[in-house]
């Protein structure tokens, strides 16, 4: 069988089935689209429990809750941070070196209170909801209001990111800004306090250099999110292997049938000659011609059922058509074997095949598809 046999077969096969392949390869990509939002949520619900275990002080935290905390921190840390900075300059000319007790103090509950009534916006939500889903604060998370040291400069920002808009985390930065201004913060009272700039929504941190400031990042590391992105490698993914599983698994069930239907389902051998023809396309005459040249040679015909127009023809115009071969006929110096896709069995062709070659003729095989 020639490579090219070959290929056109295969195709032939897969335009033959491609509904079936296409309804496989769908039900794939399904299944792979749902078993990785399966496991998505199973990532995120491990996070948030770990998250829970973790810390001791979110430990009776429910799931639920969690879950909860976890979409209000998606939506607060998706807005615009509101920020102003400072230096603070003592007696002796030396600079406050210490950023991260600022905002300790200032979400102190009776501190917090007073800037909540100032502002006019509910911060201890935001705040739970980061305790709840386990990010405390520390060295490496200073949560949504942040005091930030430039090792550089010395200047201080104050970063606010509490809010469910822009608007709300200026009105909270201004609320802290007057805080400060009206000397309430009493570690801060032996400083002199250089304004650098005054509140406003923006971001002016260089959020590489301080990643100890909440972003949408920090949430996508606790309980990462299959984007529409992912989504859509994964259906690519899942179709593709659905197409090349489903076209196995209708190749190697075809091989089960007793029809001949595709040139793979039976063999001949290099001496051989073999065609295929569309029996829908049938040139009776010409197809004639192939098969009787050389002119003068005794033949065989053969076909396991000769109720088709197109053996019928050959049979009646040009060559009769047995439907085995007998060891009384004369010995003949070509068989020519003709196969019907999906009538023609594997059995019958097989023993035809294997009694043409105990004759030293040559065979020809016709494949109507």
């Known amino acids: 069988m020639s490579l090219l046999t070959i290929i056109a077969e295969l195709w032939r096969f897969i335009k ?31 996070a948030m429990e770990t998250a829970t275990t973790e810390t001791g002080a979110n430990a009776d935290v429910k799931p639920e809750e969690i879950e909860a905390s976890y979409k ?9 941070p509101a920020e102003f900075s400072f ?9 406050l070196a210490n950023s991260f007790i600022i905002d300790e103090f200032l979400i102190r509950p009776d501190v917090l209170a007073e800037i909540e009534q100032a502002s006019g916006v509910d911060i201890a939500p935001t705040l739970e909801a980061e305790s709840n889903v ?42 802290i800004y007057e805080y400060i201004q009206e000397d309430k913060v009493p570690f801060l009272s032996n400083y002199d306090l250089v304004i650098l700039s005054e509140p406003d929504i923006g971001e002016d941190l260089i959020l590489e250099e301080n990643p100890m400031v909440p972003t949408s990042n920090v949430l996508a590391e606790l309980a990462p999110q299959g984007s529409n992105s992912q989504l859509i490698f ?12 489903s076209t196995v698994i209708l190749f190697i069930t075809h091989f ?20 295929i023809v569309s029996a829908d396309n049938v040139n009776i005459e010409a197809l004639n011609n192939w098969l009787i040249i050389p002119k003068e040679k005794r033949r065989i015909a053969l076909a396991q059922y000769t109720d088709s127009t197109i053996i019928q023809d050959l049979s009646t115009k040009y060559l009769p058509v047995a439907t085995q071969l007998n060891g009384a006929d004369d010995t003949p110096e070509e068989i020519i074997i003709f196969i019907e896709s999906g009538k023609t069995d594997k059995e019958w062709y097989q023993a035809q095949f294997d009694l043409s070659k105990l004759y030293e003729s040559r065979v020809k095989i016709i494949h109507f598809k």
Not at 17 to 46: C, F, H, P, Q, W
Not at 87 to 95: A, H, P, Q, W
Not at 142 to 163: C, Q
Not at 169 to 174: I, S
């Open 134 to 175: 386990g990010l405390q604060k520390s060295k490496d998370f200073r949560g949504g209001i942040a005091s930030v040291r430039n090792s550089s400069t010395e200047e201080i920002t104050i970063r606010v990111l509490v809010g469910q808009t822009p608007e709300e985390n200026l009105a909270v930065a201004e609320a």
């Open 256 to 275: 089960f049938s007793n029809k001949i239907v595709y040139a793979y389902d039976y063999n001949w051998d290099l001496e051989d000659y073999q065609t």
């Open 16 to 46: 033959d089935n491609i509904l079936k392949i296409l309804i496989g390869a769908v039900v794939v990509m399904v299944l792979t689209i749902g078993a990785r939002v399966l496991l998505t949520n199973y990532i995120e619900n491990s």
């Open 87 to 95: 230096v603070g300059i003592n007696d002796e000319g030396l600079t």
């Open 72 to 80: 209000h921190l998606m939506e607060v840390y998706d807005q615009e």
């Open 234 to 245: 994964y259906a690519v993914i899942g179709l593709i292997l659905g197409f090349i599983l």
